[in-house]
């Protein structure tokens, strides 16, 4: 096996060469620091700038208004579906859910401890292969919640859930950095770093100002938006180490011309992937509708089972990895995150097609 091979997994995912490169040079000493990321003190004036750079950058990159709030918090999305009904669901103690994949039935699962949970729309009957395109809406819900991309059924939100004047609540963790996005469009968006921001550890959450004036006294301090808006992410000691491989991965991205470059490329990436699945005559399969299709994670069947796990033993031993598909559902996925260079999806397609011209 060659020394890296082309990382199609859908999270922890791959990170950007140059990232890697740049933080395997400075882990042992941080230029004009004298001691490694790793061991620097959070309340340092070096991490100070770390944290600093990345939020700016990000805020930058994603053109977040100043009535928003960057944080940087532990606990993945996971603890993110309990944070939002918690913060943000009371008063009234009613939300919508959009139902499009595990994810965010775990999100209910978590606001139904909180208050009553109605769900606006859901695509379960048909296997979570597609976006809905209807919804049914309470008249006065705390907040709208969905996810923008299922990284498990490979569907994708093309655009944002029309849903008026209330707070629209996004879990972006599998595609947030991956275009532009109107940000004011927005009360809360939250995203697990390990799939296209950075390595695991770290969760995003970009929430509006007036929202915070929701949280009840009465949460737990940790459990608090409040707490970490006033202590600029650090009541407790932050994941530094993420943190600053973030910062690192949001620079590559304005060095690569920003989320518009990146978006481009993206698309590019898919309809190579998807026209290697839609030529195949059969053989391969998406699981997604084409107009639901992510552009994040492509996922596949073969029409057998065998054939999958032929394909998926052949493809490690020929430098691709991370192609099986979630556990829950079987078959194929390959996630063609911000960081997967092109040339893999090139490669990968090249094999695709040779393993039909064998096995076909």
């Known amino acids: 096996m060659k020394e890296r091979i082309y990382n199609f997994n859908a999270g922890p995912a791959v990170l950007p060469e140059e990232v890697l490169k740049e933080a395997q040079e400075n882990l042992f000493s941080l230029p004009g620091v004298g001691m490694s990321v790793l061991e620097i003190s959070h309340r340092s004036g070096a991490f100070d700038k770390i944290i600093g750079e990345a939020k700016e950058d990000l805020k930058s990159l994603l053109s977040i208004p100043d009535n928003y709030h960057i944080l940087f918090l532990q606990g993945g999305a996971s603890t993110q579906f309990a944070m939002v009904p918690m913060n943000i669901m009371p008063p009234k103690n009613k939300a919508d859910y959009i139902v499009t994949g595990s ?9 139904k ?6 769900i606006a729309a859901s695509s379960e009957e048909t296997g979570f292969d597609r976006i ?3 919804l049914n809406l309470f008249d006065d819900a705390s907040y709208v919640h969905f996810a923008s991309n299922n990284t498990i059924y490979g569907t994708e939100w093309k655009t944002e859930p029309e849903v008026g004047d209330v707070p629209l609540v996004c879990d972006a963790s599998s595609d947030i950095l991956h275009k532009k996005i109107d940000i004011s469009k927005y009360g ?3 995203a697990g770093a390990q799939k296209n921001m950075g390595p695991s550890g770290v969760t ?3 929430i509006r100002d007036d929202l915070l004036q929701r949280s009840p006294d009465s949460l737990f301090t940790m459990l608090n ?3 970490h808006t006033e202590n600029n992410s650090m009541f407790n000691t932050p994941p530094v180490f993420g943190v600053y491989m973030i910062g690192l991965v949001a620079k590559w991205l304005k060095n690569m011309g920003g989320l518009d470059v990146m978006h481009n490329l993206n698309k590019e990436k898919a309809e190579l992937l998807y026209n290697c699945i839609d030529e195949s005559e059969g053989f391969y399969k998406g699981h997604a509708q084409k107009d639901s299709r992510s552009i994040m994670n492509v996922t596949f069947n073969l029409t057998s089972e065998e054939f999958e796990k032929k394909l998926i033993a052949e493809a490690l031993d020929n430098g691709f990895g991370g192609v099986k598909g979630h556990r829950s559902i079987g078959g194929l996925r390959a996630s063609i995150y911000n960081a997967c260079p092109k040339a893999a999806v090139e490669e990968l397609v ?3 097609k040779d393993f039909q011209q064998r096995n076909g």
């Open 225 to 227: 938006y409040n707490t």
């Open 132 to 134: 809905p395109s209807e």
């Open 350 to 352: 090249k094999f695709m």
């Open 113 to 118: 401890k909180v208050g009553e949970v109605n």
């Open 204 to 206: 995003f959450v970009i």
């Open 188 to 190: 809360i968006i939250y």
């Open 103 to 111: 994810w965010s039935k775990k999100a209910v699962k978590e606001a």
